[in-house]
């Protein structure tokens, strides 16, 4: 039995429907991160699993028993929210304490278990400090603190990073996994950060138009999405996507028309001849060289810019369609400022095509 089964979940707001007819199980233990843009929905979802919300229709079960035959303090659910939501009367402790004193846990077993996660999210040192003295990192270390020192059994993290500087988030993507692991909870992590979904999660639902478009593992949802939105919504420099309609050219290989030049498909594309969809690279698996390849699209390389370790080039094809490449770390590539000529390649088994209508894989 999945710790958290989700079966038709609609919420509407006036006339803004943000859930209809969502499903969505998760497994004890799990780390589920609930990936969309904003006002799609996540925190409205959240809210109905803490309990904090009624449902206009559909069900939530936490092991099994309806979640609204539960009151909000039985369930075993915690949450930390993106504003922090400290008490500025209280001190980090008092602050942390708060749920246990709720629950009236003597005393000694208060001071243990504080300390336990304080020192676990290193904010030991800043226990007797009030809200104001604390930065942005401890404050949400401290909100992170007061969700899991009573041990719940899920917790719900409405995108716990967004106010917090690029050090802290690269820091806590990097100490949540074992943080999670270390609690045994189920997760339900929330964001609008792509990044995060990928470090974070065991799998990501995707949600979309008030459902989940896509549930799978990070790789899944990057290299396998299932609509064209899942795979607009991945990846920085973001995906390139093409109208085309497939033909067979001389030899019998399949090939497309990009920025009025032909491009030959370096997979069989099986299927596609004639057929109107969307093609769709990611820009590390389209391949720039100065050398003339067979069935390579002539381009111009109009900008480079070295992003991290790799170099992201924009080519202009011949009508002026623009692709964007990535490729290892190239600095003379990079350092260059006129255009140079090239050609453009595939990787093989790289090519995704969308229906052009629908948007849905092929």
């Known amino acids: 039995m999945p710790h958290l089964s989700i079966s038709g979940l609609c919420k509407a707001f006036g006339k803004k429907k943000l859930l209809d007819g969502l499903d969505l199980a998760v497994e004890r233990g799990e780390c589920l991160v609930v990936f969309g843009g904003s006002g799609s929905g996540k925190t409205t979802l959240l809210r109905h699993i803490a309990g904090l919300l009624e449902p206009d229709a559909g069900t939530v079960l936490i092991d099994g028993q309806r979640a609204g035959d539960v009151s909000a303090q039985q369930r075993g659910v915690a949450m930390a929210f993106q504003n922090f939501a400290l008490y500025p ?74 106010n917090v500087d690029a050090k802290i988030r690269f820091e806590m993507r990097l100490e949540f996994p074992k943080l999670f692991k270390a609690f045994g909870s189920t997760v339900l992590y ?53 109208e085309v309609t497939p033909q067979r050219g001389p030899g019998g290989a399949m090939q497309v028309q990009i920025g009025g030049q032909t491009l030959v498909l370096p997979d069989p594309c099986t299927g596609l001849q004639g057929r109107a969809c969307v093609l769709g690279v990611r820009p590390e698996d389209l391949l720039f060289s100065t050398e003339a390849q067979p069935g390579a699209l002539p381009v111009t390389m109009e900008a480079a810019m070295p992003i991290n370790v790799r170099t992201v080039a924009l080519l202009k094809a011949g009508d002026g369609a623009e692709l964007l490449a990535s490729r290892p770390e190239d600095p003379v590539l990079a350092a260059r400022r006129e255009r140079l000529g090239g050609f453009a390649t595939l990787v093989p088994g790289r090519c995704m095509f969308f229906d052009r209508a629908s948007g849905a894989r092929i």
């Open 190 to 242: 929330v964001t609008q950060d792509y990044r995060e979904a990928l470090a974070l999660g065991d799998r990501i639902g995707v949600l979309v138009d008030g459902c989940f478009a896509q549930i799978d593992s990070p790789a899944g949802v990057y290299r396998n999405p299932q609509s064209r939105e899942v795979a607009r919504l991945f990846g920085d420099p973001p995906i390139n996507l093409f």
């Open 89 to 162: 009367h209280m001190t980090a402790f008092e602050n942390i304490a708060s749920p246990l004193r709720a629950r009236a846990i003597d005393e000694a077993r208060i001071a243990r278990q504080v300390q336990e996660v304080a020192e676990l999210l290193r904010i030991a040192h800043v226990l007797d400090h009030s809200p104001r003295q604390l930065s942005n990192g401890q404050k949400q270390r401290t909100s992170l603190a007061r969700s899991l020192v009573h041990k719940p059994q899920m917790i719900l993290l409405d995108d716990p990073l967004r």
